[in-house]
């Protein structure tokens, strides 16, 4: 097959809307759930962007320190009856040890690197004082690619303390999993295809 041809037949395959699409994850709410002993002034926000991306904004004051916090990360879908069930992920990290490097569990590194990228915590154990997450989104080179559909990503906070377990409250994230919009044009593509048949009637 020639060149000409190939790119021809690229070009009706795109314009008819069968180019594959990549799946984006969209936050749709969020919820923050604490004791007014721990922290005070908590509020967690969802503001959509456009039609494929939102952003969450969670601030809230720490009162105590938490010397040593053990995260319990739950993944929830959403079936068909409005239910959210378990799904795929269900595991426990100290993020401390992840913070320190004394763990490298992947879920908790996915974790610390999005604090990183979106968060004022930047340093070890302790943490105390004002927390926030500013223009937080859900990063596809973090995530596999799921099944499109409605999810709830769960944090159960803890703060360990010899034999103790102290709950310190939880952190919900819901967002939907759905197919990437791309125009009908596809001017992009087309664009690049009618240059390289340019390219090849120059030789």
């Known amino acids: 097959m020639s060149l000409k041809i190939f790119l021809i037949l690229s070009l009706w395959i795109c314009w008819q809307g069968r180019c594959s ?5 969209k936050f749709t709410y969020a919820e923050c759930c604490t004791y007014t002993n721990i922290a005070t002034n908590v509020t967690c926000l969802i503001k ?38 378990p799904f795929l992920i269900d595991v426990r990290f100290n993020l401390c040890d ?24 930047n340093h070890s154990c302790p ?21 499109l559909g ?6 159960n ?11 310190h409250g939880s952190i919900a994230l819901f967002f939907e999993a759905m197919e990437e919009r791309r125009s009908k044009t596809k001017k992009g593509q087309i664009s690049n295809i009618y240059y390289m048949l340019s390219e090849e009637q120059k030789f």
């Open 150 to 155: 409605f999810y709830k990503i769960l944090f």
């Open 127 to 147: 943490l105390i004082g004002h927390l926030y997450a500013r223009n937080m989104y859900l990063d596809d080179i973090y995530l596999p690619s799921f099944p």
């Open 21 to 25: 699409t990549k799946t984006v994850y």
């Open 98 to 121: 992840i913070i320190s490097k004394r763990n490298y569990l992947v879920y908790g590194t996915i974790v610390w690197k999005t604090m990183q990228r979106f968060t004022n915590v």
């Open 48 to 85: 959509a962007i456009n039609w494929s991306k939102a952003i969450a904004k969670i601030d809230m004051y720490l009162i105590r320190p938490l010397k040593n916090i053990s995260i319990h990360f739950k993944l929830f879908k959403k079936d068909y009856a409005n239910q959210y069930k």
């Open 157 to 167: 906070v803890n703060d360990v303390n010899r034999d103790q377990i102290e709950d």
